[in-house]
Nanobody, 128 residues
Framework: QVQLVESGGGLVQAGGSLRLSCADP????????MGWFRQTPGKEREFVGG???????????DSVKGRFTVSRDTVENTKNTMYLQMNSLKPEDTAVYYC??????????????????WGQGTQVTVSS
């Protein structure tokens, strides 16, 4: 079964930091782009950031640029984990965060429909 597993969510005060992880236990997505989305009740999933399969290129939404950093630790046939380092958190960052993987392109990765493979989500709550 294709699987992505998020971890690292929790409760943090405004101005604090959290790091989310997205593990690919089967190393299925080592040569796929990976990305982070977030969702609040009643709203569509919003693109947060993405990274190319090489790890050389990263992309961010304007709402998190300069505060969040996407990275990945990929060793072919050994491991593939993506991270989201979130700094200077704000209450409006509160959401369920999902990781995704697919062979998306820089022009399409901002759209939820461009990603076929998703994790189960992890809750991030930022208190004021």
């Amino acid at each position: 079964q294709v699987q992505l597993v998020e971890s690292g969510g929790g409760l943090v005060q405004a101005g604090g930091s959290l790091r989310l992880s997205c593990a690919d236990p089967g190393r299925t997505f080592s040569r796929y782009a990976m990305g982070w989305f977030r969702q609040t009740p009643g709203k569509e999933r919003e693109f947060v950031g993405g990274i190319s399969w090489t790890g050389n290129s990263t992309y961010y939404s304007d709402s998190v640029k300069g505060r969040f950093t996407v990275s990945r630790d990929t060793v072919e046939n050994t491991k593939n984990t993506m991270y989201l380092q979130m700094n200077s958190l704000k209450p409006e960052d509160t959401a369920v965060y999902y990781c995704a993987a697919d062979k998306t392109t820089p022009s399409t990765m901002f759209h939820q429909s461009a990603w076929r493979y998703w994790g189960q989500g992890t809750q991030v709550t930022v208190s004021s």
